[in-house]
């Protein structure tokens, strides 16, 4: 339920009051991924969250490891300037976390590795004598593959270990684990709420759970893994119809090509990005996602032809939830139209086209609602996936993968002919766009006579509620490569590059 449409006095939803949530566990185990993905569902979802990270803060205020005294990661006793800077960085994590409470937040994640019993109870007990529910989610990784992907993907790469030798900083990481395992303490202590996830996803335990919004929480930590996959969009071809939504029409000639075209243009770079990360194409599967509609799952259809022909292995679903947004009245209507026949609903989808909806139709909440149970099955789903759908639909999964607010889903501008590739990461995505496509349904001629090529070009106006975009905060409007390079302030690490494919 994306960014709900009520608010109360205190700010906080669901009845459920401020929550704390500590994480427990050895380095490696998948906390922070847990974390990053966990806040990204509860601001989805409305609920002011904000990941708090110990290492983050440690790395910010002392710098990287080889600035940290010698003690500082050892177990047993530590000098007096060691104890000094680690009471230190705890101290000011705690101020953030209580900070963010009084600003009107209502769940903190601490991702910190919590792993001694007295330590996590102290602090457990400060937050509850303040009246924030506390939650212990532990994970516990006995699978060896994931503890060291988790080590060469993520830590390795952390400051703490620039300039290193990758093989030197991994043995070093690994000394870190080894230390910890013999003091660490795994969560046996009964009388708090606790959340336990093995192996990210295997298998969940949890105790004490109460109220809509922690089990809400518990659901999603039911659904999600850490497993490398590859995320692509891309617009569905042009159609017959473009400007109709009632008319389930075919694909144009045009849009035959282009679906063509897509399917090389995913190919050849799904195997150039996999090969990069030493990873063989033809031994992963590869899972297209269309809506029902004609022109969504037939653009789908060369990549079966191709499967037939060379056997890559591919498998397309179609998904009922995934038809664009339904524009009501509205329906074929240009904007000046709509302005004319409509005067007090247009200056209402002008004021705020997140929540309006128009007669009869749907609003941009009401398709995020919508498209909830999509967005569980994209954190569910293992396999690289190629998304194939509508404009309407892309924005709000583009949204929600890369953290914008609900208010700015309407402004994302997606192309026909750019194909957005999405590698969920550990702290947040890596997101690429390609350009593959000038043909029919992005180039469109202008009164001089020249080409005009770009993500604002060839709209088509009589499918305006589509593809309309209007920011209601007054900043420019999302284009594809824009959406690369966005970060919302969730502290993700977000890489981009453009590029354009042959």
Known sequence: MAAPL???????LFHAGKILIL????????????????ERYLRWMGVKTHVVSLGDYRRKTLGGAQKLPPDYFNIGEKSPETLALRKKVSDGCENMIWEFFEGGGQVVIYDANNGLRKNRQALAEKFDKLGIHVIMLESICDNKEIIETNIRNVKISSPDYRGWDQDKAFEDYYGRIRLREQAYETI?????PYIRIFNVGEKIMVNKIRGYLQSRIVFFLMNIHNRFRMIYFARSGQSLIEHSYKADSDLSPAGWEYSERLKEAVLERRAKSLEQR????????????????????????????????????????????????NPGVWDGLTPDQAREFYPEEWARFVK?????????AESYHDLSVRLEPILIELEREKEDLLIIGHSSVIRCLLAYLIGLPASEIPAIEVARGDLLEVVPTSYGVHSQAFHFWDGPGRRVDTADGEVELGHLSNRDENNFYENYAEDTKGKKKFTTSDLAAHCNGVEQRVLTEISFLP
Do not use: N
């Open 6 to 12: 009520y608010t109360t006095a205190s700010g906080l």
């Open 23 to 38: 994480t427990v566990g050895l380095p490696a185990r998948g906390k922070t991924h847990i974390s990053r993905a966990l």
């Open 188 to 192: 046996e202590e009964t009388e708090w």
């Open 278 to 325: 030493g990873y063989d194409p033809k031994e992963r599967r590869l899972v297209i996602w269309t809506s029902t509609r004609r022109r969504a799952h037939h653009t789908a259809w060369p990549f079966l032809t191709s499967a037939r022909e060379s056997s890559p292995r591919v498998k397309v679903i179609e998904k009922p939830q995934m038809c664009e947004i």
């Open 352 to 360: 705020d086209p997140y929540a309006f909806r128009a007669p009869r």
